[in-house]
């Protein structure tokens, strides 16, 4: 699996909520002829959830923050197609809200609680944030989510799945209750932050699933399943 690296960034800080922290934890999805890339703006000292398009990857056009009325907001992944007429975004990070939108541009928050919460003592206690783009499937809305939970060893990130009703966008069906991702990898357990397994891409591609995720914060990697 090979990639070349661009020389330039395709997104960079350019705005007051940007600076001096930049822009981070892309995750992206095409709806129609148009990407849309939600991202995390860190001034230094709040992280807000952002969002930008484009038609061609390369040339992007800002629409700022999505929720500045909630302060500290990460996160957010399209549904890739619209349900009941309106189109959905998980997002955070302690726990996953559910906002909806018209036009992808402004968003709502669908009920004040979250819709996926922390559970304690599971490996998600401290952390349940929205990992890729979800997938509709014949079962439903299928969220990859990244989980943290204190152990031991230290603070562990893995990796759970929930599935959403597809008519009903905010009603959990299933939850995973162990990790199916997890560090084992020496580049996984050691670097930047140790025992991190970040996933924020997920796609399918020549009859394999690749999910690519962030190692230890230090490195990209990608896990191949069929």
């Not at 395709?10 to 095409?30: A, H, N, Q, S, W």
């Not at 500045?68 to 998980?90: C, F, S």
Request: proline letters at 7%.
């Amino acid at each position: 699996i090979h990639f070349e690296k661009e020389d330039e960034p395709v997104l960079f800080p350019t705005e007051p909520y940007e600076m001096p922290g930049g822009c981070e934890d892309p995750r992206i999805v095409k709806i129609s002829d148009t990407y849309y890339l939600t991202y995390t703006a860190y001034d230094g000292r709040v992280a807000r959830l952002c969002l930008a398009s484009s038609i061609d990857l390369y040339s992007w056009t800002k629409h700022g923050p999505l929720f500045p009325e909630m302060g500290w907001t990460k996160a957010g992944v399209i549904v890739p197609q619209k349900i009941n007429g309106k189109y959905y975004m998980y997002f955070g990070e302690h726990g996953i809200w559910l906002a909806s939108s018209t036009d992808l541009l402004n968003w709502n928050l669908v009920q004040e609680d979250h819709v996926l919460p922390r559970r304690p003592g599971k490996f998600d206690e401290i952390i349940t944030e929205t990992g890729p783009t979800p997938h509709i499937t014949q079962d439903g809305i299928l969220l990859v989510y990244n989980a943290a939970e204190k152990t031991d060893m230290g603070i562990i990130y893995r990796t759970g799945y929930a599935y959403f009703s597809k008519s009903d966008p905010q009603k959990l069906l299933y939850r995973s209750t162990e990790p199916f991702f997890y560090p084992k990898e020496l580049s996984e357990k050691t670097g930047q932050v140790a025992n991190v397994v970040f996933v924020e891409g997920l796609t399918f591609f020549k009859d394999k699933w690749f999910m690519y995720y962030g190692m230890a914060d230090s490195h990209i990697g990608v896990a191949v399943s069929q």
